[in-house]
T-cell receptor, first 114, second 115 residues
Framework: DVKVTQSSRYLVKRTGEKVFLECVQD?????MFWYRQDPGLGLRLIYF???????EKGDIPEGYSVSREKKERFSLILESASTNQTSMYLC?????????????FGDGTRLSIL | AQTVTQSQPEMSVQEAETVTLSCTYD???????LFWYKQPPSRQMILVIR??????QNATENRFSVNFQKAAKSFSLKISDSQLGDAAMYFC????????????FGTGTRLKVLA
């Protein structure tokens, strides 16, 4: 079975901290995604990576950056955490087949910024 | 800009009955994909079904099928013979590439299955 592993299920940080969310997939997928999920807003794409060191901004990249140094790992970085970044963060991966859609999701990281 | 709208925040269905979840979208692209995802409570999101816009035939996956009306920009999900395990949040999503990748999710419909 494909496994997408997010490093933490729950995380509490303080405003101004630099926060790292890690995601690892074990299926050699080229595509990896970071979404945030908020009630009433659905999922919103933060960043998408289609290969090592390649990235594209999604709909809400402000305040975030990403790193993809190895194919299996895609990191989301909150440069200076703020309370409005409190959310559920979902990582996903997929092969670049038709549609390039996110196929396999992790369990999510519920991040609270105090 | 592309949008995806799910106008039903919550729906209920009796076990063994059929339910249809609605989704409309807006795009000026001619080549795109549409998806339905299922997110059970406290569990991982999974891809339920996918439809390529250039295909006229509606996609089906076991008890799940879609009604894709391209001209009306409508993409509804029908669940037949509903089971208790179908209770979840369902998200409609859109994907396309025209220079940049676009993946847009709707706000979701929570489906309750009544025994």
């Amino acid at each position: 079975d494909v496994k997408v592993t997010q490093s933490s299920r729950y995380l509490v940080k303080r405003t101004g901290e630099k926060v790292f969310l890690e995601c690892v997939q074990d299926m050699d997928h080229e595509n990896m995604f970071w979404y945030r999920q908020d009630p009433g807003l659905g999922l919103r794409l933060i960043y998408f990576s289609y290969d090592v060191k390649m990235k594209e901004k999604g709909d809400i990249p402000e305040g975030y950056s990403v790193s993809r140094e190895k194919k299996e790992r895609f990191s989301l970085i909150l440069e200076s955490a703020s309370t409005n970044q409190t959310s559920m963060y979902l990582c996903a991966s997929s092969f670049p087949d038709e549609g390039n859609q996110p196929q396999h999701f992790g369990d999510g990281t519920r991040l609270s910024i105090l | 800009a592309q949008t995806v709208t799910q106008s039903q925040p919550e729906m209920s269905v009796q076990e063994a009955e059929t339910v249809t979840l609605s989704c409309t979208y807006d795009t000026s692209e001619s080549d795109y994909y549409l998806f339905w995802y299922k997110q059970p409570p406290s569990r991982q999101m999974i891809l339920v079904i996918r439809q390529e816009a250039y295909k006229q035939q509606n996609a089906t996956e076991n008890r799940f099928s879609v009604n894709f009306q391209k001209a009306a920009k409508s993409f509804s999900l029908k669940i037949s013979d509903s089971q208790l395990g179908d209770a979840a949040m369902y998200f409609c999503a859109y994907g396309s590439y025209s220079g940049t990748y676009k993946y847009i999710f709707g706000t979701g419909t929570r489906l309750k299955v009544l025994a």
